[in-house]
């Protein structure tokens, strides 16, 4: 009797592991949930005073990882966080070192063949960001000269790819992180910086008077839907995660976090953006998406 009730009780094990997915059952054995967060990428993600992870990603993981204890019935779950960086992130998630990757990541169709994506949590576009006294709308008028990007993302591949498609003869720069790229504007070094526009404004927040002898382009290059990274093939983790964001969406509470992160002064900085809600963000909150396409955020 006592081996048989044994083997019911592995099988009913088995049986909510399989209905939780590999994600929740992985964190249910091992009471660990790891988390991936950046350290300087205001309002996203960077840390306080005190070194904690913070930020608007971080915020919206941490919904998540409430309702993981609730479902998991977990109190005393460990949030383990750990750095990333633009090189980094992805193959983290990849190789399941990571639950969630709370930063900047963008959602596009060839990264979603080897990992997964919440539903979108904000939309940025690229811009270049020269110095003021030059007026540049795009890669065109950079022709042979020296830009800077980061390493590891899409900003650095759409630069590459106009490069070689144009014939622009563009030297191509990559910084380990956005602060590195951007001090290649600022040495001389680049001609200009081509980024996503909510980390270039992030970026300028930081210099106070200094912003001034910078501008950003008008033009956006490409639309960028980011999103929460997620291991591929688990779509009960998956639904979940997109759950605690289309509530947050339903409920209005997302306005909330919004004005939080991007339009009041920022925890431990105290740089305010002032960047008012996007009409394409507003737009997926009305009807959430978890798509890669940029034409469905035009």
């Known amino acids: 009797?006592?081996?048989?009730?044994?083997?019911?009780?592995?099988?009913?094990?088995?049986?909510?592991?399989?209905?939780?997915?590999?994600?929740?059952?992985?964190?249910?054995?091992?009471?660990?949930?790891?988390?991936?967060?950046?350290?300087?990428?205001?309002?996203?993600?960077?840390?306080?005073?005190?070194?904690?992870?913070?930020?608007?990603?971080?915020?919206?993981?941490?919904?998540?990882?409430?309702?993981?204890?609730?479902?998991?019935?977990?109190?005393?779950?460990?949030?383990?966080?750990?750095?990333?960086?633009?090189?980094?992130?992805?193959?983290?998630?990849?190789?399941?070192?990571?639950?969630?990757?709370?930063?900047?990541?963008?959602?596009?169709?060839?990264?979603?063949?080897?990992?997964?994506?919440?539903?979108?949590?904000?939309?940025?576009?690229?811009?270049?960001?020269?110095?003021?006294?030059?007026?540049?709308?795009?890669l065109a008028s950079l022709s042979g000269q020296t830009v800077a990007s980061t390493i590891g993302t899409t900003s650095i591949q759409h630069l590459a790819k106009v490069n070689e498609q144009q014939t622009l003869g563009i030297r191509i720069l990559g910084g380990l992180d956005d602060p590195e790229g951007f001090q290649m504007l600022r040495s001389g070094r680049a001609s200009a910086f081509l980024m996503d526009d909510v980390l270039l404004r992030s970026l300028l927040a930081q210099q106070g008077p200094g912003a001034d002898d910078y501008r950003i382009s008008d033009t956006a290059l490409t639309v960028e839907p980011y999103a929460i990274g997620l291991r591929k093939g688990d779509p009960h983790f998956k639904a979940l995660v997109d759950e605690v964001l289309a509530g947050l969406y339903r409920s209005g509470e997302i306005h909330a976090i919004y004005r939080r992160w991007f339009e009041s002064p920022l925890p431990a900085s105290g740089l305010n953006l002032k960047l008012p809600m996007s009409a394409a963000f507003r737009r997926v909150i009305a009807k959430p998406t978890d798509s890669s396409d940029p034409e469905q955020y035009r």
């Open 1 to 138: 009797m006592k081996r048989l009730s044994a083997a019911l009780l592995a099988l009913c094990t088995l049986v909510a592991q399989a209905a939780d997915g590999p994600t929740l059952a992985r964190v249910r054995d091992t009471g660990v949930i790891v988390i991936g967060y950046r350290p300087a990428s205001l309002p996203f993600s960077y840390l306080d005073a005190q070194l904690r992870p913070t930020g608007y990603t971080v915020e919206l993981c941490d919904r998540i990882v409430a309702a993981v204890r609730q479902k998991l019935q977990l109190p005393d779950l460990e949030v383990r966080r750990v750095e990333v960086a633009s090189a980094t992130r992805l193959p983290l998630v990849i190789n399941g070192t990571l639950d969630l990757e709370c930063g900047i990541t963008t959602h596009t169709a060839e990264r979603a063949r080897h990992q997964a994506f919440s539903l979108t949590i904000f939309i940025a576009e690229t811009r270049l960001m020269t110095r003021s006294r030059e007026r540049v709308e795009g």
